[in-house]
Nanobody, 119 residues
Framework: QVQLVESGGGLVQAGGSLRLSCAAS????????MGWFRQAPGKEREFVARITRNVRIIYYADSVKGRFTISRDNAKNTVYLQMNSLKPEDTAVYYCAARYDSSGAYDYWGQGTQVTVSS
């Protein structure tokens, strides 16, 4: 079955960096657009970044633009989220997701990894 497994979360001070990874299995990874989302306590899940299957198009939420970088390695079936200049408001559970179609709902989700940024 399809699995998306996130890793790399943790506790970091404001201004620090973390790199999240999401390893995919059970699907043709190169055929899927990949996204990162996050959910803070008491808030709805929100979009963070997305990268298309051929890396031609990358989108970022305004709140992370210039600080976060999404990338993928199709040979390793992995998508990454490099997070720099972290702020306390970046604290959330981060999820990766896979989508086959160019738009619409995501087909598969990971279990999430906690990122906590202390002030």
């Amino acid at each position: 079955q399809v699995q998306l497994v996130e890793s790399g979360g943790g506790l970091v001070q404001a201004g620090g960096s973390l790199r999240l990874s999401c390893a995919a299995s059970g699907l043709t990874f190169s055929s899927y657009s990949m996204g990162w989302f996050r959910q803070a306590p008491g808030k709805e899940r929100e979009f963070v970044a997305r990268i298309t299957r051929n890396v031609r198009i990358i989108y970022y939420a305004d709140s992370v633009k210039g600080r976060f970088t999404i990338s993928r390695d199709n040979a390793k079936n992995t998508v990454y989220l490099q997070m720099n200049s972290l702020k306390p408001e970046d604290t959330a559970v981060y999820y990766c997701a896979a989508r086959y179609d160019s738009s619409g709902a995501y087909d598969y989700w990971g279990q999430g990894t906690q990122v906590t940024v202390s002030s």
